[in-house]
């Protein structure tokens, strides 16, 4: 796996899966903004995928390899775009909803309403937010039900060690392939099954990135890509109400780190991500904003 221009992919140097983590400017512009929303988030992504192109293009063969892309997240990752840009090839695509049914700690049950798997390659690449690794296990088990793969490439703005164990595993029961490229670091997952920290005990990351969020959040263990990654441009209204409850939360809420925040009105359009507050709140009713912290 090469280098690309201003961009390294370090071995994770522990055992366990095939993880190389992915340093450049482009990722610590994502990663450490979570201000970052629209289309200048989109353009950051894209950026940031096209960094993981290139470090991957000599191992995707041109004319077996195929996108198995989760909406609707998948969508900011712009894998097929980000080829193009840097091989001057065509990415097909296969195409997956899925949905979190329920989450905790290290855990998720995921449902599938909806694929479509037109495109069949030996060699797939995933571009997804990895916390518990149940999605893309979820994704690629409704795939074998219908072709095969040889190896699985992911790729992660920000994914877990303990995601990724549980695909890897997964995917070695089945002889396939996996290799990993994350963000900046191999988080841990938080113990609401949503927050990606710098500060979380098992992340293993650089020393700086560390320091770095402990200044930002004030020593908070504070995800870095918040509870709904891609809202900030799929969703950005969401994303704004989510990051109100994260400030809430952390005591933050004077923070310049949120300034996106904004105080929701109806909080059934975060229902999705309702286990990662529901404990810091007394209430029963939600749309209360008493909390216990």
């Known amino acids: 796996m090469a280098d ?7 071995p994770i140097g522990a055992p366990g899966p095939h993880i190389r983590i992915v340093h ?14 629209g289309v200048e988030f989109r353009r950051a992504c ?27 997240k998948g969508l900011v990752y712009q894998l097929a775009a980000a080829m193009a840009a840097e091989t001057g090839r065509n990415l097909p695509a296969n195409l997956i909803a899925t949905s979190r ?3 905790s700690q290290g855990t998720a049950r995921i449902e599938v309403p909806y694929a479509c798997f037109e495109a069949p390659a030996g060699t797939l690449i995933i571009g997804d937010t990895i916390a518990s690794g149940a999605t893309i296990v979820a994704a690629l088990s409704r795939y074998l039900e219908t072709h095969s793969v040889q190896r699985a490439f992911i790729v992660s703005y920000a994914g877990t060690l303990i995601g990724a164990t549980r695909i890897a595993s997964f995917c070695s029961a089945r002889g396939i392939e996996t290799t990993f490229l ?17 500060l979380h005990p098992e992340t293993i990351t650089r020393a ?33 109400h989510l990051g109100w409850v994260e400030a809430e939360i952390w005591n933050l809420t004077d923070a310049e780190s949120f300034a996106f925040a904004e105080e929701p009105e109806d909080w059934s359009e ?6 990662a507050y529901e404990s810091a709140f007394r209430c029963t009713d939600l749309s209360s904003t008493q909390k216990d912290i």
């Open 182 to 198: 994350y963000g900046l670091a191999a988080f841990g997952l938080g113990d609401n099954g949503f927050d990606l920290s710098f």
């Open 46 to 72: 894209l950026r940031c995928s096209r960094h993981f192109i290139a470090h991957l293009a000599d191992e995707l063969p041109p004319d077996d390899t195929a996108e198995l892309m989760i909406l609707s």
């Open 24 to 37: 450049n400017a482009a990722l610590e512009d994502l990663l450490f903004d979570r201000n970052l929303t």
């Open 208 to 240: 700086h990135y560390v320091q770095r969020a402990r200044e930002m959040y004030s020593g908070e263990a504070v995800s870095a890509v918040g509870w709904d990654f891609g809202s900030q441009c799929l969703a950005p209204r969401k994303y704004r």
């Open 270 to 275: 975060l229902a999705h991500e309702r286990p």
């Open 4 to 10: 690309s221009g201003d961009s390294v992919a370090e």
């Open 101 to 103: 049914a329920a989450v």
